[in-house]
């Protein structure tokens, strides 16, 4: 069964410009997460897809960020214009449905962006 | 303010040694993940935990999680070259999102 899988696996990119990342979710997976680590710090949440719904979009910095993930299989994140700030290793994560009463996420292998 | 606290923040150790890191929270969590992570890959799950005082092991690691489920441990015995890398801890609650660490990294010299 193929995991969680994640495009570009680097991206360099000037300040202004845009950039969209990919996942695409372990097959059968209603559950689709957005992370991101910036340099030196923890792993911190952005948001969190049911299927093709936004069930917490708490962790998303501000709206140079966009989600989306029609159909409810995968997703894309884009940032516009993108910031220095941005740069940082992305990681997309998916989890069946919630039916085993807890969460055990599976993760990609990350988006490492820099923005110069 | 950093809701998980990982301790040490680095371990570097000879083959053969035990070693435990700790993950500690000032929360409560429904369930707590231990992950492992490689450079230029992603966390990997290596267990979960979900009842206060729960003991897991896996081959040469014993995860516990506290009897009020704020904190947790890893414990590696013999530790091996392959045993290097990131572990990472996470806790969620209610099958929402997970809040992480800043993980471990450890090194395993032969």
């Known amino acids: 069964e193929a995991g969680v899988t994640q495009f570009p696996s680097h991206s360099v990119i000037e300040k202004g410009q845009t950039v969209t990342l990919r996942c695409d979710p372990i097959s059968g997976h209603d559950n689709l997460y957005w992370y991101r680590r910036v340099m030196g710090k923890e792993i911190k949440f952005l948001l969190h897809f049911v299927k093709e719904s936004k069930q917490d979009e708490s962790g998303m910095p501000n709206n140079r960020f966009l989600a989306e993930r029609t159909g409810g299989t995968y997703s894309t994140l884009k940032v516009q214009p993108a910031e220095l700030e941005d740069s940082g290793v992305y990681f997309c994560a998916s989890s069946p449905d919630g039916t085993s009463g807890y969460n055990e996420q599976f993760f990609g292998p990350g988006t490492r962006l820099t923005v110069l | 303010t950093q809701l998980l606290e990982q301790s040490p923040q680095f371990l570097s150790i000879q083959e053969g040694e035990n070693l435990t890191v700790y993950c500690n929270s000032s929360?409560?969590?429904?369930?707590l993940q231990w992950y492992r992570q490689e450079p230029g890959e992603g966390p990997v799950l290596l267990v979960t935990v979900v009842t206060g005082g729960e003991v897991k092991k896996l081959k040469r690691l014993t995860f516990q999680f506290g009897d009020a489920r704020k904190d947790s441990s890893l414990h590696i015995t013999a530790a091996q070259p392959g045993d290097t890398g990131l572990y990472l801890c996470a806790g969620s609650n209610n099958n929402n999102d997970m809040r992480f660490g800043a993980g471990t990294r450890l090194t395993v010299k032969p």
């Open positions: 929360s409560v969590f429904s369930s």
